[in-house]
């Protein structure tokens, strides 16, 4: 039923996920850990579908805040489900009305830092399901010092939990453990036992997998090309040559960048500001002049103020420059604390100083006086070469243009509107303010003021509009990296790296804004080269062929940049290279040795513990998703067909309707709340509006969820059905079905009864029961069939009692045989989280013995340090450590007992719930009974 109400295309990986996520009622969650790409938000959708038809309501997404409108989106156009952006304002704005905004009757979406500033109101509520995507970001949640994975998993430790992520494992198999402990602290043991069992030497990778098994899937792109299309990428390398003048201007900065001591550069976090200028040096011209002004301004207020530290200016200089997306927390995360403890303030230079602040004045200066930078007139011919291409594969003429600085982007905005673009660029990034961007965001409020689109927050809203304004407006998206997360852009298929960032990861998620599931055409990836850089050249080559980023099908695999424990470690590699290599020879000695060690990094084991760990080795994969897609789209056909007759039933003499087109006009809507309009039946056929909102024809899309669907389904529950005699026409069906004409001519009687069992969960079953004159029982499955002919009701019935009586009986036996099999399916469940709660416990003893056999291991290494020790001073202080950690070993060995006492205990209590809960209480009701017969 939820897939029904889905607007997506089918894929069977998608279908197979969220049934594995809906499968235990016993389970407190799942991890869908799918290659990048390949649609877990749809099938976290599916499963929010699932919950939603159920009238399981309470529902929240936590995920990065770059992800909201996404996900709001999303839901609203391929789900139809209602859902709330909810950050500080939005809360504040409910809370002064008098809301309670998280019991709204909708999806919630939170981001991370959010959800972890709500957790004492997210803690107070029984969600039905809690959505984490990017789980892997706060995979150390068990920490104590992440402090918003540690709230986050406060918050939400008695909830079922759904958890995304492509990249579940990338350098440790304790993040495995991490990512365990936010859906379910019974899982596994605590992280020593944990290490113990499965990071040491000697432990159990077949082991490790088959307790994965039971709670994370994982799909790749390489098992699903059969049903899903991929477009491919195509690299196009735009070499350029500085003039002159510009190359002066490089080599002039570069060789002030490599001073051994420098004002400009304060000592604290001196290789970040150095990477910082790097970047903006390859930019463009007006980059590196509002940069080299940045230092000079440091400068005189050292020289005014004689402060020479200044250990927040790496983060201010980011600001200033506008150096955009997660780069500041990434690389103050990495940042080396050597330097801040190394750091040793000196008195300051006067004559060097002053020449320091003259020197940056004269790099500005003629950083300014280059009106041009030939770089940008290359982006001119790669735009007419790229956009060449798209009119070859008939792709729409549009393109995204990357840029590391807002200073280049201002330039470039500028050069491309004076240059036969004029009012076709769009700006993209991490303030989307200014006119222009105010205005297409009004606009786009004024366009979906009755859309319900709007979440109430500007900046999740501006992002937006600005995207539909590229999309139906612009021809160009010139971005920062705020717009590599979070935005999809299969409507484009040419992607421009004006500035190529050394970090891999970094490229991948800007190259996968176009390059997704949707895309319907190649994606054509531009890069430029300075031919008179030797080490741009290295690094383009790097990072083409080492991590596959600009061509071929699938782009970088996960396990490819997840070897690189850091993004931006990388790039630092790469900074040192710049700083240090004055020659072309050292420049090529240094990147020799740095891809031998990248060779090395990828070919690590930890990459051979992922393949053993997530890939399905089973031959019948294709095959088993092949059935999969068949039985749903089978299963979907029938819902359709169901809703429809239903619905031109419920409907009669208040719409007329188009059976060709599955669509009807409504003319008299059944209630005030329901809008007239034409209404088109939900169909994955056929482009269809994207919502149950009217589209740009003034349809509507009509489905189960939309408040009409609601109505015509109500109704029909709500009718009387006396005992009646129909009669089902066969002869006459559209298509052959097997069974029931076997019945031409025959007649019988057949009674449908209602049974509800509650156990694990409320379980709700429709249950045939019937015969033919000659006695003969008929099963399930050809009464439902029955139902799927065209019939009419010929009289009311009088059925006799002896023949309720057969009819009652044979409806007991089979609600009897339905709970036997409910109460069989629910066992199976039952041992499943037995058996978890006893490798648990197994887990738990280990780790009390592993604490014991550590304390033992340090009294041997005390007592050999003690033989070696030769004074009374030194002995003495060991014989206190020694007496110390013995006195630990006596309690641990007096406790262990207690402690594998208090597990068990602890074990069988959590079993002895699962039984008590196991108990099934169930309620049957006859819906109807008739008289059948076959014509």
């Known amino acids: 039923m939820s897939l029904f109400d889905a ?55 936590i995920c990065p805040a770059s992800l909201r409108k996404q996900w709001a989106l999303e839901l609203l156009e391929k789900f139809n489900l209602p859902s709330q ?90 993040e495995l453990y991490g990512l365990s402990t936010l859906i379910d602290e019974h899982l596994f043991g605590d992280v020593n036992a944990f290490r113990a069992r499965y990071a040491s030497a000697g432990s159990s990778i077949t082991d490790l997998r088959q307790r994965l098994a039971t709670f994370c899937k994982r799909t790749l792109r390489n098992q699903v090309t059969e049903f899903v299309r991929y477009t491919e990428r195509r690299a196009i390398t735009r070499p350029f040559t500085p003039n002159d003048v510009e190359q002066s201007l490089y080599e002039a900065v570069s060789a002030f960048l490599q001073r051994p001591n420098s004002y400009a550069l304060p000592q604290r976090q001196r290789h970040l500001t150095a990477l910082i200028l790097r970047k903006l040096l390859a930019s463009s011209s007006q980059a590196i002049a509002g940069t080299l002004d940045t230092l000079r301004a440091r400068l005189e207020t050292l020289r005014d103020e004689q402060v020479a530290d200044d250990p927040e200016f790496a983060e201010r200089l980011i600001d200033a420059e506008d150096i955009e997306g997660d780069l500041l927390d990434d690389i103050l995360a990495e940042d ?54 798209m009119a070859e594969t008939g792709a729409a003429r549009k393109a995204l243009i990357f840029t590391e600085s807002r200073r280049t982007q201002e330039y470039l905005k500028g050069f491309l509107e004076d240059h036969g673009y004029q009012g076709q660029v769009v700006l993209f990034n991490g303030t989307n303010g200014g006119p222009e961007a105010t205005a297409i965001y009004e606009g786009w409020l004024a366009k979906n003021r009755d859309t319900g689109r709007s979440s109430g927050s500007r900046a999740i809203d ?47 998620q800007r190259i996968g804004r176009c390059h997704r599931y949707g895309q319907k055409h190649d994606v054509v990836v531009i890069n430029f080269l300075n031919e008179r850089n030797e080490a741009d050249r290295r690094v383009l080559e790097l990072l083409g062929e080492k991590f596959s980023l600009f061509n071929g099908v699938f782009g970088a695999s996960d396990d490819v940049l997840g070897s690189i424990e850091s993004g931006v470690d990388f790039e630092k590699r790469i900074l040192s290279i710049y700083q240090e290599c004055r020659t072309s020879e050292e420049i090529e000695a240094a990147f020799l040795k740095l891809q031998e060690e990248m060779d090395e990094s990828i070919r690590a084991r930890m ?34 067909q169901r809703f429809w007759s239903l619905t031109r039933f419920i409907l009669a003499g208040r719409a007329r309707f188009d059976d060709d087109a599955l669509a009807f006009d409504l003319k008299a809507p059944p209630s005030p709340e329901i809008a007239k309009g034409r209404y088109h039946l939900i169909s994955k056929s056929q482009p269809e509006p994207g919502s149950d909102r009217r589209d740009e024809q003034g349809q509507f899309l ?26 089902f026409d066969v002869t006459n069906h559209p298509s052959r079905i097997h069974d029931v004409e076997a019945l031409s001519g025959k007649a019988g009687y057949l009674v449908l009864t209602r049974l509800q069992i509650e156990s694990y969960e409320r379980e709700e079953h429709l249950l045939f029961s019937g015969f033919d004159d000659d006695g003969a029982s008929l099963d399930q499955e050809t009464m439902e069939k029955l139902f799927a002919c065209s019939g009419h009701s ?4 009088v059925i006799a009692p002896v023949i309720v009586d057969r009819l009652n009986a044979q409806a007991e036996r089979h609600a009897k045989a339905t709970i036997s099999l409910s109460l069989e399916q629910n066992s199976v469940h039952f041992h499943q989280a037995r058996e978890k709660l006893e490798k648990w416990a197994d887990d738990m003893v280990l780790s009390a013995e592993k604490a014991l056999a550590d304390t033992k291991e340090q009294i041997k290494a005390l007592r050999r340090e003690a033989r070696q020790v030769v004074t009374l001073e030194e002995q003495h202080a060991i014989q206190e450590k020694l007496q110390k950690v013995e006195r630990q070993q006596r309690r641990q060995r007096q406790e262990i007992f207690a402690v594998e006492d208090e597990i068990m205990e602890k074990r069988d209590t959590l079993i002895d719930q699962l039984e008590r809960r196991l108990a099934q209480r169930t309620e049957a009701e006859t819906l109807f009974t008739i008289r059948w017969r076959v014509v």
Request: charge should be negative; proline fraction near 4%; glycine fraction near 4%.
């Open 7 to 61: 607007a997506v295309d089918l894929n069977p990986h998608q279908i197979e996920a969220a049934l594995f996520a809906l499968e235990s009622p016993l389970s407190k969650g799942v991890l869908l850990a799918d290659e990048v790409g390949l649609g877990k938000t749809i099938e976290a959708g599916i499963v929010l579908c699932q919950f939603w038809a159920e009238r399981k309501r309470r529902l929240i997404v």
């Open 85 to 174: 952006v909810l950050d500080a304002k939005t809360f504040k704005d409910a809370k002064r009305q008098g809301k309670s905004p998280l019991t709204e009757k909708s999806v919630l979406i939170v981001s991370f830092n959010f959800a972890s500033a709500l957790r004492e109101e997210i803690k107070a509520i029984a969600w039905d399901l809690v959505v984490i995507d990017e789980a892997h970001k706060i995979r150390n949640a068990y920490r104590a010092s992440n402090k918003v994975g540690q709230g986050i998993r406060w918050a939400t430790e008695d909830c079922r939990k759904l958890l995304l992520t492509a990249t579940p494992l990338q350098n440790s198999l304790i």
């Open 336 to 389: 080396e604390p050597s330097e801040d403890e190394a750091f040793k303030p000196e008195a300051v230079d006067r004559e060097k100083l002053k020449e320091e602040i003259a020197l940056l004045q004269q790099l500005a200066d003629r950083a300014r006086s280059i009106p041009v930078d030939t770089k940008t007139d290359t982006l001119l011919k790669a735009l007419d070469i790229g956009f060449a291409q």
């Open 462 to 508: 501006v992002r937006a509009a600005l995207v539909e304004q590229f999309r139906d407006e612009a021809t160009i998206l010139l971005a920062t990296e705020a717009a590599s997360e979070g935005v999809n852009l299969q409507f484009c298929s040419l992607v421009v790296n004006y500035d190529l960032p050394w970090n891999p990861q970094r490229i991948e």
């Open 607 to 640: 990459d051979d513990t992922r393949r053993k760990l997530f890939e399905r080795f089973d031959e019948d994969v294709h095959q088993r998703l092949r059935v999969k897609l068949a039985d749903t789209k089978a299963q979907l056909d029938r819902v359709g």
């Open 702 to 727: 009509y489905r189960l969820s939309h408040p009409l669907g609601e109505n015509v389904v109500l109704n029909g529950k709500s009718l009387s059905t006396p005992d009646a005699a129909v009669v």
């Open 794 to 797: 010929e009289e009311q019935a």
